[in-house]
């Protein structure tokens, strides 16, 4: 985890961002809950824990900077909330599942859309580097 946390500085210094104590704080916070799918509201929440000062502003300017360098990516559920998560660069995208009771997200990490990707590459010569695939349903504690 150290490792991730001092790449994604080294990457902020290299695009002239300061590491402030608050982007810090926000990472660790993104790291300890690497599993989780946060929203910016709950990223304050979390964060003012460690820093009581620390604004919901710099926790949305700090989440669009690591958006912009690639680190997150914004996701949209559909519930009215962007979520944050890590950009994995060297896997390719997994999809979700989500509970329309009571919106828990479950992560299905097997990509079985490669062959669909391959031959829509070849069809029509539209070279894909990514894709989100959802899917809506009940989990099995709701259904």
């Given amino acids: 985890m150290q490792d991730k946390f001092d790449s994604y500085c080294e990457?902020?210094?290299?695009?002239?961002?300061?590491?402030?104590p608050q982007r810090q704080i926000i990472l660790k916070v993104l790291l300890?809950?690497?599993e989780e799918h946060l929203t910016a509201e709950e990223i304050h929440t979390i964060t003012k824990q460690k820093d009581p000062e620390i604004?919901?502003?710099?926790i949305?300017?700090?989440?669009?900077?690591?958006?912009?360098?690639n680190i997150l990516h914004k996701?949209?559920?559909?519930?009215?909330?962007?979520?944050?998560?890590f950009t994995d660069q060297e896997a390719h995208n997994h999809h979700h599942l989500i509970c329309i009771k009571c919106g828990k997200v479950i992560e299905v990490n097997d990509d079985f859309l490669?062959?669909?990707e391959n031959w829509i590459?070849?069809?029509?010569?539209?070279?894909?580097?990514?894709?989100q695939l959802k899917f809506f349903g009940y989990c099995k504690e709701c259904k």
């Fill in 32 to 34: 300890d809950n690497i």
């Fill in 75 to 85: 996701i949209d559920f559909g519930d009215g909330c962007i979520r944050y998560e």
């Fill in 11 to 20: 990457l902020l210094q290299e695009k002239s961002y300061k590491i402030t």
């Fill in 114 to 116: 490669e062959t669909l």
């Fill in 121 to 131: 590459e070849r069809q029509t010569g539209f070279h894909i580097t990514n894709h």
């Fill in 55 to 58: 604004g919901l502003a710099t």
């Fill in 60 to 69: 949305y300017r700090t989440l669009e900077i690591l958006a912009d360098l």
